[in-house]
T-cell receptor, first 117, second 110 residues
């Protein structure tokens, strides 16, 4: 069974630009969540999608947005990039039910490393 | 909101020794506590988890303990091996969201 696939793996942008990251979850997983990982800050929750609906959102500015498609693939977008947005962005899929976000194992991709110059 | 604190941030042990990583949480409604291991260049991977109705769980060389009264949980790795070297994250689940600690970089010295 294929794991969670994130593209691109590495990218470099300049301040003010925007970026779109893609995530393909494990087949059958309908929940996709996104995390920002920076040194010393651990993993910060961005948002979670289930069946194309955003169910939960972390404490990030509106420049961070996402969406989920009918095949459960997800994208996140960051507009007007700032230097502080440089980070590893991790996507995780989960086999949770429709009854709520649920507490189950997260399966992470290898991440997209964004560098903002 | 929930606050998860993790200590130590770095830990070095000799091969064969034990390693202990501790986490505290603030929200008494948290009910699920997983531990993830992240190797260099890879995404985190679940190694063990515990739910709030259990005090201890063990899986071979790895164990997790939970003290709900004190709101802390710990990861114990016995007989450490070089392949245990990685960054370990604790997490809690509450309010339909996971909250992660800041990570512990474990180095096992051969």
């Amino acid at each position: 069974k294929a794991g969670v696939t994130q593209t691109p793996r590495y990218l470099i942008k300049t301040r003010g630009q925007q970026v779109t990251l893609s995530c393909s979850p494990i087949s059958g997983h309908r929940s996709v969540s996104w995390y920002q990982q920076t040194p010393g800050q651990g993993l910060q929750f961005l948002f979670e999608y289930f069946s194309e609906t955003q169910r939960n959102k972390g404490n990030f500015p509106g420049r961070f947005s996402g969406r989920q498609f009918s095949n459960s693939r997800s994208e996140m977008n960051v507009s007007t990039l700032e230097l502080g947005d440089s980070a590893l962005y991790l996507c995780a899929s989960s086999l949770v039910t429709s009854g709520g976000a649920g507490a189950g194992e997260l399966f992470f991709g290898e991440g997209s490393r964004l560098t903002v110059l | 909101g929930e606050n998860v604190e993790q200590h130590p941030s770095t830990l070095s042990v000799q091969e064969g020794d034990s390693a202990v990583i501790k986490c505290t949480y603030s929200d008494s409604a948290s009910n699920y506590f997983p531990w993830y291991k992240q190797e260099l260049g890879k995404g985190p991977q679940l190694i063990i988890d515990i739910r709030s109705n259990v005090g201890e769980k063990k899986d071979q060389r790895i164990a997790v303990t939970l003290n709900k009264t004190a709101k802390h949980f710990s990861l114990h790795i016995t007989e450490t091996q070089p392949e245990d070297s990685a960054v370990y994250f604790c997490a809690s689940f509450t309010g339909n969201q996971f909250y992660f600690g800041t990570g512990t970089s474990l180095t096992v010295i051969p």
